[in-house]
């Protein structure tokens, strides 16, 4: 059997869509390929190294039949610029003892975003007639631009020209979006591009009919509760009159929401906290709706809950604009408000009612989700041209 190998800086048991999105990526190629993870000690979103991993220095485990090395990291989510560095250098510098004593196979995948990362791998790998596979599910260093992490400057032209360097040393390019696709052939035409959606494997649910008998809309927030996606900005802003919103999920904003739902009793605001992928399918099937946010619009982003929560046959409220609000209107699947537009957003969601939720509605999304969204199908395609 042929060896891949898939360089990454997410991987369960770490939580979010990227650590997902690999790992379905690997476990769907298993059967064709003997494949191989690398990436660090399991510590995002929390910054601190997973207990079950406290004290080593790397790991080596086989689990659902994939190989898994897990290296050393200096663990931070810290806000200073200087220490996150640190925290993708020290990986980087993994990396490099990985590959100086490590063979590698023929053809490799690895993730982008982090950046320098991946330039790591793509300057280390560049050499020998290996298949190298740049799979980009951000836009780095223009996301960051847009999310205000970054500034224009020395360090963003520098970041600018790693990412340059990544897309021409690539002999075939993954995007999660057609606007990264298009951004990528504005920098070079050298490597073979092929649309990779954030589709995930999962079960078709039994959809449950939550029509609530004070006509009041349970709207759900489950995800990282990050800067990006601005769920405490929402908490304030957002109309509950004829909502009640719930969040689940971790991360840097979960402590100012607590104190908000701490001083403010009265409303109809509830954090549950985080829990696991399997128990989060089905505690989500109790709600009306969902709301997909982001702070700001990012050129490239489509979330993967989107493709998530319609084969859990939930409708959805997508606050981001962009592609993802394309693939809203163009499939039927919910709500859009005009990014950024907490005005629009409140007169949408007072727009629904509580009887357009019903399991009718939750049933043509679910279809759609099997027609449009088949991870196999997807699959299939992806192994045409690794």
């Not at 490590?102 to 330039?119: A, E, T």
């Not at 606007?179 to 079960?203: G, Q, S």
């Not at 409303?267 to 700001?296: C, Q, W």
């Not at 809203?328 to 990014?339: D, F, R």
Request: aromatic fraction near 12%.
């Amino acid at each position: 059997m042929q060896k891949l190998m898939i360089i990454t800086s997410y991987f369960p048991p770490e939580i979010g869509a990227a650590s997902n999105r690999i790992f379905h990526l690997a476990d769907g190629l298993k059967d064709d390929y003997d494949v191989n993870v690398v990436t660090p000690l399991p510590n995002y979103p929390t910054g601190k190294i997973f207990s079950a991993y406290k004290g080593k220095f790397s790991s080596k485990t086989v689990e659902n039949g994939i190989k898994i090395n897990r290296l050393w990291i200096y663990a931070s989510v810290s806000k200073n610029k200087f220490l996150r560095l640190i925290a993708m250098l020290s990986y980087s510098f993994s990396l490099v003892w990985f590959i100086m004593w490590h063979k590698i196979p023929d053809k490799v995948i690895v993730q982008s975003p982090p950046l320098l990362v991946s330039f790591t791998c793509m300057f280390l790998l560049r050499y020998k007639k290996r298949k190298l596979i740049l799979n980009v599910s951000d836009l780095w260093p223009s996301a960051g631009l847009e999310l205000g992490a970054l500034k224009e400057g020395f360090a963003y032209n520098i970041l600018k020209k790693l990412e340059a360097f990544n897309y021409k040393k690539a002999d075939l390019i993954l995007g999660q979006s057609n606007e990264i696709l298009n951004h990528v052939k504005t920098i070079t035409t050298k490597p073979e591009l092929f649309l990779y959606r954030n589709f995930p494997e999962i079960e078709f649910p039994k959809l449950k009919d939550t029509t609530a008998p004070n006509g009041k809309i349970k709207m759900v927030y489950a995800g990282l509760l990050g800067v990006a996606q601005g769920i405490y900005k929402l908490c304030n802003e957002i109309d509950y009159t004829a909502i009640e919103f719930h969040i689940y999920g971790s991360g840097a904003e979960e402590q100012v929401i607590k104190s908000l739902i701490e001083t403010n009793k009265d409303l109809p605001l509830y954090f549950h906290g985080r829990v696991n992928r399997t128990e989060l399918h089905k505690v989500l099937l109790s709600y009306d709706l969902t709301i997909i946010p982001l702070l700001n619009r990012i050129y490239g982003s489509v979330p993967s809950k989107i493709f998530e929560y319609a084969k859990l046959g939930l409708p959805m409220l997508y606050f981001g604009g962009g592609e993802g609000e394309d693939i809203i209107k163009k499939n039927n699947l919910g709500w859009v408000a005009k990014e950024s537009d907490y005005e629009d957003l409140n007169t949408v969601l007072k727009s629904i009612s509580s009887q357009r939720l019903n399991l009718e509605l939750k049933a043509a999304i679910q279809h759609t989700a099997m027609i449009q969204f088949d991870f196999r199908k997807q699959l299939s395609a992806l192994k045409e041209v690794l």
